[in-house]
């Protein structure tokens, strides 16, 4: 099932609140958070915190994306904030076995992300021990950039091993998603398509003219 996550990187954060409940009233039942920690990305963003608030006050799901060094050493503090999956990139840690084994023992679904310089090959060898793998259509750190046509390829492949294994696992694409290509996104596998600047017109939360995603 196809299904379109709003990202909140961009967010006005005086009025997230009132853009949750908004998704939640569209049918929206899970958001994407964008953990960054200005080194293995330039920007930085937010903690474990916002996922423990967001659960506090709203029955929805967070799909948390880190895009830090050495996520092993924060692992814990986003299972115990009430992440529902959480996804690490490859390029950031030698210790990714270590960390699909204590993500799934706590009951949390597991992803592994790539960047768009990254050979796809690398993983392969996951493909019967994740829930998700998560490509970077941009390259990781700001909202707003433009989408690279060539990280389909990586959709593709992984359709294919996901066909020849008879494996399931969900395939996300995040990364200058807007309408005028989210129909080729779908139409090559993705099936978990992040969205981002594209759903703040004007800093304003809309889900107006994206038609039946979710």
């Given amino acids: 099932m196809k299904r379109l996550l709003p990202s909140i990187l961009t967010a006005d954060f005086l009025n997230l609140t ?3 409940q908004i998704m939640k009233d569209s049918g929206i039942d899970i958001i994407h958070i964008d953990v960054m920690d200005g080194v293995f990305v330039p920007n930085i963003t937010f903690g474990h915190k916002i996922i423990e608030d967001i659960k506090k006050h709203f029955d929805i799901k ?7 060094t050495q996520p092993e050493k924060h ?21 990714i076995d270590s ?9 949390v679904k ?11 090959q690398l993983l392969k060898r996951y493909i019967d021990k994740v829930d998700m793998f998560l490509v970077m259509s941009v390259f990781p750190g700001y909202g707003g950039q433009r989408f690279i046509k060539e990280t ?14 008879g494996l399931y696992f969900d395939i996300e694409i995040d990364g200058g998603i807007k309408k005028d290509n989210i129909n080729e996104v779908i139409k090559h596998g993705a099936n978990m ?15 107006e003219g994206w038609g039946d995603v979710n």
């Fill in 18 to 20: 009132s853009d949750i």
């Fill in 62 to 68: 967070c799909d948390v994306h880190l895009m830090i």
């Fill in 75 to 95: 692992i814990d503090n986003f299972i115990n904030a009430g992440a529902d999956v959480i996804t690490v990139h490859i390029e950031a840690s030698e210790n």
């Fill in 99 to 107: 960390i699909i084994e204590k993500v799934r023992q706590a009951g």
């Fill in 110 to 120: 597991i992803g592994i992300s790539l960047n768009p310089d990254t050979d796809v």
């Fill in 152 to 165: 389909l390829d990586k959709i593709d492949t992984l359709v294919k091993w996901r066909e020849e294994s």
């Fill in 193 to 207: 398509i992040v969205v981002g600047s594209a759903l703040y017109e004007g800093g304003v939360f809309t889900l």
